[in-house]
């Protein structure tokens, strides 16, 4: 409330000429005090539903690609969240280093942030999970998030933790049993991973288990930051290699830059990848789900939690559809044919 003042002019003019004078220098004077605190209190209540706004934390093992980031905003304004108008967004990226997660989802959390989303690989949910277990936690990756301990199960993740993911682990051999239709004549093949990262070791169990029963030659090669690519491509060359597959980890895929294809293409070394994104890059064919639905279906499930729903209630998304593109302007450039029958199965065929 805004009291009067009470408080006496001073002493009176002798005349009516200057007590005019001075008592309008005091209600001028007060006059633009009263629209400076009209112009304030105007302000308030702006500043106030700012404040008001909820929180999201959004913590990622490296930058995301806007392939990964714009399908994650428009799924948080179908549940009618707009970062800036009636959502804050904290951003902690880890550029690479594992080892930083755990003080960036401390930091979130003591943040009081009303929602986490984790994403990149397991490790920004788990970290997250170690963090808190009382604010929700949404991620987004390729793993098996019952087996990296995320959630219980799918149908009933339990705790605060759910999320969506493509599965990308799991369709190695479905991607080596591709490159095996394509290529009949290459027996030598390489598996691209990131040995730091926590979803190679799964990918390289079930690639050799695939070259085995495809008779292949398996050779696992490494890189574990964009520097090492030419060294990675150098040594599949030296190995006569005569195609590759990238596996599943943000250095391969939600940095968004393709490094890894492009480098491919200079060595002309055919890529067997995991999303549309790297077939249209120039990688020769691509097997999986729309990777952007996943982070789409991630900012729905944030904008669920906003309104009140509780992460326990919301089953593990997993996609339902796999799509085969093959990027013949690619295949051309290698010289390579693709089988009619395999033009046919293909959901999209890049020219």
Partial sequence: MIYPDTRPLGPTPKNAYAYVKHTGTRLAMKRREFIALISMSAAWPAVAQSQQWPTLGLLSSSEMADWAIKPFRAGLEQGGFVEG???????????????????LAEELANSRVSVIFATGSPVPARSAKAATTTIPIVFA???????????????????????????????????????????????????LVNPKGTLAEAQIAEAKVAAQSLGLILRIVNATSENEFDEAFAAMSRLNVGAFLPSTDPLFGLNGRGLHITRAYRYGIPAICNGRVDAV????????????????????????ILKGEKPSDLPVVQPTKFDLVINLKAAKQLGIDIPPTLLVRADEVIE
């Fill in 85 to 103: 108008r009636n959502l804050t967004v904290i951003y902690r990226s880890a550029e690479g280093q594992f080892d930083r997660l755990p003080a």
């Fill in 141 to 191: 990756y390729g793993g098996d998030p019952v087996r990296d301990s995320l959630v219980a199960s799918f149908n009933r993740p339990g705790g605060n933790v759910t999320g969506t993911t493509f599965i990308g682990t799991e369709l190695t051999s479905k991607r080596m049993g591709l490159l095996r239709e394509i290529l009949p004549q290459v027996s030598n093949v390489a598996l």
């Fill in 281 to 304: 890059l120039g990688g020769l064919v691509s097997y999986g789900p729309d990777l952007s639905e996943t982070w789409r279906q991630a900012g729905v499930y944030v904008g669920r």
